[in-house]
């Protein structure tokens, strides 16, 4: 029977904990603050605000949020994340990534405070994190870690693939899976069979942003399959990189979209926060 990485039960959970943390930084008179700007209309990225925005009210957390038209220059963007840096009552700052093309986002990594980076992407935490001493940590991989831990799969030893080289997702994964002892594989578009590679991996982790891009011939039995993915099918229903309805008969463990990874992401971004939140309660 395959296992259902359910990122959504481990997301309540962790809620309780998580809510005792804001709790307690009330009594020294701290709300943890997240600030949040998205640049144009990336329709992954407008679930994730909405979502973001949902979870932040239920547990006490602060979050501003700054829709920006696609117009946005790169001057506008980084004086408002200058304004958000200096502002000592936001914990948190993160820029949705994709930006348009205007904007380099790499002048935009470099602007964030490393100390307010919350999604762990700006070049001192990448760096961090590759040299093997992490600190902040991008949200996803970091909720992917975490939903393999809770339901007891170690990945030391294991043959790993990573479809995807992104700042938010497949570069930090590689760094993570690596820190864990896996020997991993990091594919992207110049690869030359990824789907051979995975049928030979024990960890198959897809984000390339293609509905449904790994099916059922592409998994070796037993392997363990983690879907990253936000894409649309023609009839506009949410799906993901891997074709659940058949891999769910050959791994021995899945993620579902929606209720896998994407609740984790959100569960990682509210605890980075207040764990930010509690090292400036620190220093007041
Ligand atoms: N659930 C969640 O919490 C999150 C979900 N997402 C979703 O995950 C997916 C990936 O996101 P993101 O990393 O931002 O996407 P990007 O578009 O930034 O990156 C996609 C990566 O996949 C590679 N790729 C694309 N097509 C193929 C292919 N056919 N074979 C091999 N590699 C390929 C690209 O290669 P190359 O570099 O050569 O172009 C690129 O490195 C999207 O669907 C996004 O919406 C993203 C973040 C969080
Ligand atoms: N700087 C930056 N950091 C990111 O982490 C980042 C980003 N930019 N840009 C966009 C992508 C996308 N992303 C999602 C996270 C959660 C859900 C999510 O909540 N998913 C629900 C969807 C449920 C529903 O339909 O509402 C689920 O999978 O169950 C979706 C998408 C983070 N991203």
Not at 69 to 81: D, N, R, S
Not at 134 to 158: E, R, S
Request: charged share 20%; hydrophobic share 45%; glycine share 8%.
């Amino acid at each position: 029977m395959v296992k259902l990485l359910d990122g959504k039960k481990l997301s309540q959970k962790m809620n309780v904990q998580m809510k005792q943390d804001v709790a307690a930084l009330a009594t020294q008179g701290i709300i943890p603050g997240l600030a949040v700007i998205l640049v144009g209309d990336d329709a992954a990225s407008h679930i994730y605000v909405r979502n973001k925005k949902r979870r932040a009210e239920k547990l006490g957390i602060r979050s501003v949020i700054e829709e920006l038209p696609v117009t946005t220059t790169e001057t506008e963007l980084l004086q408002l994340i200058d304004q958000y840096n200096r502002d000592p009552e936001i914990d948190g700052i993160l820029v949705q990534l994709p930006l348009p093309a205007q904007i380099d986002p790499w002048h935009v990594l470099l602007a964030i405070d490393p100390h307010k980076d919350v999604d762990g992407f700006s070049p001192v935490n990448m760096g961090k994190l590759w040299s093997g001493r992490p600190d902040v940590i991008a949200c996803t991989p970091l909720g992917i870690m975490k939903l393999l831990a809770a339901n007891g799969i170690d990945v030391a030893g294991m043959d790993a693939l990573v479809i995807g080289r992104s700042t938010i997702v497949g570069r930090p994964m590689a760094g993570l899976l690596v820190n864990a002892d896996a020997t991993v594989t990091i594919a992207h578009t110049k690869t030359n069979d990824v789907k051979a590679i995975a049928r030979r991996s024990d960890l198959i982790v897809a984000a390339c942003g293609v509905a449904h891009f790994i099916t059922a011939d592409d998994v070796k039995p037993g392997a363990v399959v983690v879907d990253v993915g936000m894409d649309r099918l023609p009839d506009g229903k949410l799906t993901g990189d891997v074709d659940f309805e058949h891999v769910k008969d050959v791994a021995s463990a899945i993620t579902p979209v929606p209720g896998g990874v994407g609740p984790m992401t959100i569960t990682m971004l509210m605890n980075q926060t207040i764990q930010l939140a509690k090292g400036r309660a620190q220093r007041e």
